[in-house]
């Protein structure tokens, strides 16, 4: 790689692309679900138990991989978790019924779990505090991307090769990262093609952050910060997941979808969100340059995403399955356009030393809140309706975001 004054957005595009595969991988069994849960003989409520064993993987690891990463370092760290679940992934192949693939997903879930932790840090390692929501914004892409390219291609693969095959080409994509992952990430201050003048940038805007030992584990639940992020988290998380995982069942279940017209339309609210997650970190960007501090960008963007995803209680009244897409994708651009904030906080708050630590504690909660409400999901669907789901779902960014107002009262470092 020649000598280059933007490698930190290099880096930030091969994460971006770690993220989209991640999101690849874990968006291809709810793809493959109809047509699994009638092969298999699985029920919702099955199905919203193999879900939750991901979920209890990933929340479990997602404090256990931050540390770890932390120690590890960034490369290594992001380069083991990206062979972990793509080797899990196409495990999902050798799957036959509710207990194998419950520990396939498992698996995966303690694989992906690395993927925030990591590319977190490497944010934190790579950018001023002035463009890191831009960065968690283009980061947060990736889960859209993922998303939009599951669906076509999931259903494209179970047409022509079946179902398990499916798994094993999309397992295999992870590999090609690491080619580019390993000659693309050094550390800033090692990086062989980093120019003088951007190596200077990036120091410059973290020169304010401590730089002394990392604190021990449990120090970090001394700060009511910690406490706040973990909450809301915890709260919020499981709403983006129930599309993740949920929507090619419910267009198939209650709007009739075959196969082909989920891969044709499922990813398009996914669109949305990666719309919403690039102008969500615009914004808070933005918001800072034009005088804004720190605290209240993080926040405005916080609160008028939030706030954004309540329409998405439409799809109750209306019966176009098109007039719902367009519904649900203006409810996930909302959504993401949220977190582009709110998963930038961590690296407020904390120094890069301490950054997927943080973040990992956070990320674990919110897995932990979504993993309890899968298999409620499921519950509901089975012996209710999808409406119950719809209207917790469109309030549960609205208590997310009162939670940070009540835990953090100002977004500033403060280890």
Known sequence: ?????????????????????????????????????KDLGLSNEQYGWIVSAFLLAYAIMQMVSGRLIDILGTKKGFTIAVIWWSIANMLHAFGKGLMSLGIFRFLLGIGEAGNYPAAMKAISEWFPKEERTKAVGILNMGPGLGAIIAPPLMAWLITDFGWKLAFVITGSIGFLWLFLWRWVYYEPEEHPSITREELTLIQHGQEDETQGQKLPWLDYFKYREVWGLTLS??????????????LPSWLADVKGFSLLEIGMFAWIPFLLSDIGSFVG??????????????????KWVIWIGAILVVPVLGCLYIDSPYWAIALISFSLFATQFKQAS?????????SKKDAASVWGISGSAGSFG???????????????????????????????????????????QIA
């Open 342 to 350: 709110l998963f930038t906080i961590p690296i407020d708050l904390f």
């Open 1 to 37: 790689m020649k000598k280059s004054s933007n490698i930190r957005w290099w880096v930030a595009g091969s994460i971006f692309l770690a993220t989209t595969i991640n999101y690849i991988d874990r968006q291809a069994l709810s793809v493959a679900a109809p047509v699994i849960r």
């Open 281 to 298: 970190g615009w914004t808070g960007e933005k918001l800072i340059k034009k005088g804004l501090s720190l605290d209240a960008s993080r």
């Open 233 to 246: 988290r915890f709260i919020s998380d499981g709403a983006f997941y129930f599309f993740v995982f949920w």
């Open 370 to 412: 979504a993993m309890l409400f899968t298999p409620i999901i499921g519950w509901l669907v089975d012996t209710i309706s999808y409406s119950p789901v719809f209207v917790i779902v469109a309030f549960l960014h609205i208590i997310s975001a009162i939670i940070i107002m009540v835990f953090i009262p100002k977004v500033h």
